[in-house]
């Protein structure tokens, strides 16, 4: 059974960072794209990053660019987003999810498998 989890949410002061992590269980990912979402307060899901499975191509979210870097370990079978000089704004639960296709797609509809979420809070 495929699982993904997340881990490292929590409150942060606005300027901070926070790196999130998101492992992947029951099945090989390697060559899988994966990516995050996220849901702010009162918003519709988003797209905030993804990757191909070497690394090599890595599309954000415009308002996430510059600020955010995703990275995976394929033998850990692991996907992380590194995020700094957060503000208020980046406040939601962050979503991993693996997409079938090999090209990381920015539609959560393409995206067939997905983690619980975490919690990532900016205080002003």
């Known amino acids: 059974q495929v699982q993904l989890v997340e881990s490292g949410g929590g409150l942060v002061q606005a300027g901070g960072s926070v790196r999130l992590s998101c492992a992947a269980s029951g099945r090989s990912f390697r060559f899988n794209a994966m990516g995050w979402f996220r849901q702010g307060p009162g918003k519709e899901r988003e797209f905030v990053a993804a990757?191909?499975?070497?690394?090599?191509?890595?599309p954000y979210a415009d308002s996430v660019k510059g600020r955010f870097t995703i990275f995976r370990d394929n033998a850990k079978n692991t996907v992380a987003l590194q995020m700094t000089s957060l503000i208020p704004e980046d406040t939601a639960v962050y979503y991993c999810?693996?997409?079938?296709?090999?090209?990381?797609?920015?539609?959560?509809?393409?995206?067939?498998?997905w983690g619980q979420g975490t919690q990532v809070t900016v205080s002003s």
């Open positions: 990757i191909n499975w070497s690394g090599g191509f890595t």
């Open positions: 999810a693996v997409s079938d296709l090999v090209q990381p797609p920015t539609n959560g509809r393409q995206y067939n498998y």
